[in-house]
């Protein structure tokens, strides 16, 4: 396999920004679906793929989600076309019957390790919210992750109870073992508005061989 | 921005695949500098990147590593021309005035609550170890992530006490606050040891629009 041409690399990492404010242009359900369609492929320990993605973007789930992001974090995410919380299902092992098939014993091992599960679900969450982030990048899209928020907040009004699951054929919100993990705005950025970036750690601050 | 093509798309995530088994072709350190200089880049909380990575390629280093695996990870990990012990530092926060200069409070703030450092050390280094392995995968490289081993005896082995640091200007391995995170082998896979992929979950089971 060949390296990625200089562009792509740009478009995905070296020139790419976090952004916060965003031009009138709105992210369609088409894109999104591609966008999940190509990081879902991501690895993931065990399959798990325990990320769990809630796509806020009407005027009454902004207005939901406002009341627990930090102060400084409010305009850009109230003005952002989308904002995805990047959450994980603490029972994610109810589904490797499907994913890791030619491993029954998986699930039961999980079932019977809370902290196991609770490990796995917030690293590979993780893992996938930065999939979904490249692959974002990889559509043309820019980014506006943060964490500056009340994770137990919009644990309680997204995720806590009996909430309508548009478009859910498994019905993991009511049972409320979904958690937050990060929040992302997306949408296409105005890059008239960046500040200039900040600086990396050097190789050798961050790297070492053995 | 344009989308990436297919075959970008496909070599990034679609078609990539978790290797077991390695061609013979060594990794070499231009290499693993071109996907630091690039995944460097990817965005983390208040800039903190609070990933470290151990190259692992010597005979000496890969038999100490050895002892810490699962017994299932031994063989792919062992014949791996090289494998990465994606770690994060808890002491992110002392290099915070050089990455977040514009607001000296913040290295404040981390130092007084141990809780938002852990984390935020997890979480953003899980970040950081999935942006490592798309840009290896950009620089045409395969990659092999696990997590079936034993993280303090790594910690323990890797992290502790006195270790030599080569190639660091900075001392973090001495003072035992590195902690391992996952392990990843990289090298260049051999396609026809693969076995076909298992399921990923369908849109409706992950996503919601709200």
């Not at 919380?85 to 079932?111: C, G, N, Q, T």
């Not at 644990?155 to 993991?172: M, P």
């Not at 950025?189 to 600086?199: C, E, T, V, Y």
Request: proline fraction near 7%; charge should be neutral.
């Amino acid at each position: 396999m060949d390296p990625l041409d200089d562009a792509a690399l740009d478009q995905l990492f070296r020139t790419a920004r976090t952004h916060n404010h965003w031009l009138d242009k709105p992210v369609t359900d088409e894109t999104i679906r591609k966008i999940y369609d190509t990081m879902k492929f991501g690895p993931t320990s065990a399959n798990t793929t325990p990320a769990r993605f809630v796509f806020v973007r009407s005027e009454t789930a902004k207005a939901r989600l406002r009341t627990a992001l930090a102060p400084g974090n409010v305009e850009k995410t109230m003005s952002a076309p989308l904002t995805v919380i990047i959450a994980y299902d603490l029972r994610f092992y109810e589904k490797l019957p499907k994913l890791f098939p030619h491993s029954p014993a998986m699930r039961d091992l999980f079932a019977a390790n809370p902290q196991l599960v609770e490990t796995t679900a917030r690293r590979n969450s993780s893992l996938q919210g930065a999939y979904f982030m490249i692959a974002a990048r990889a559509m043309g899209l820019d980014c506006g992750p943060l964490s500056g928020f009340d994770n137990a907040k919009v644990d309680e009004i997204f995720f806590a109870a009996g909430r309508e699951c548009e478009g859910c054929d498994q019905e993991f919100f009511p049972e409320g073992h979904v958690r937050s993990n990060f929040l992302c705005n997306l949408g296409y950025g105005d890059p008239a508005k960046l500040f200039p970036r900040s600086p990396r750690l050097e190789f050798a601050e961050a790297c070492t061989f053995l």
